[in-house]
Nanobody, 124 residues
Framework: QVQLVESGGGLVQAGGSLRLSCAASGLTLNYYGMGWFRQAPGKEREFVAAISWSDADTLYADSVKGRFTISRDNAKNTVYLQMSSLKPEDTAVYYC????WGLGSRTLNDYDYWGQGTQVTVSS
């Protein structure tokens, strides 16, 4: 059974940093493109960042480019999202996603597995 478990969310002041982690079980991370999506209250779920299964490519939403970094540690079966210079508009539930042999996608329906999410709240 595949599980993606996010952690690292919390309350932070604007300008601060957080690192989200996504621990995967029931799958071999090496074979999966991974990503992060987020959903703010009253809004649709939106793409944040993705990394290809080979580590060769990363993608970012324009709104987070230069502030967020996605990375992976296949030995630990864990994916990370380092978030810096956080803004109140980054407040959302952040979800980890996995796509078998994924090249990195902005499209929600391309992903096979989803985590339960972790709340990030940025105060002004």
């Amino acid at each position: 059974q595949v599980q993606l478990v996010e952690s690292g969310g919390g309350l932070v002041q604007a300008g601060g940093s957080l690192r989200l982690s996504c621990a995967a079980s029931g799958l071999t991370l090496n074979y999966y493109g991974m990503g992060w999506f987020r959903q703010a209250p009253g809004k649709e779920r939106e793409f944040v960042a993705a990394i290809s299964w080979s580590d060769a490519d990363t993608l970012y939403a324009d709104s987070v480019k230069g502030r967020f970094t996605i990375s992976r540690d296949n030995a630990k079966n864990t994916v990370y999202l380092q978030m810096s210079s956080l803004k109140p508009e980054d407040t959302a539930v952040y979800y980890c996603v996995a796509d078998l042999w994924g090249l990195g996608s902005r499209t929600l329906n391309d992903y096979d597995y989803w985590g339960q999410g972790t709340q990030v709240t940025v105060s002004s």
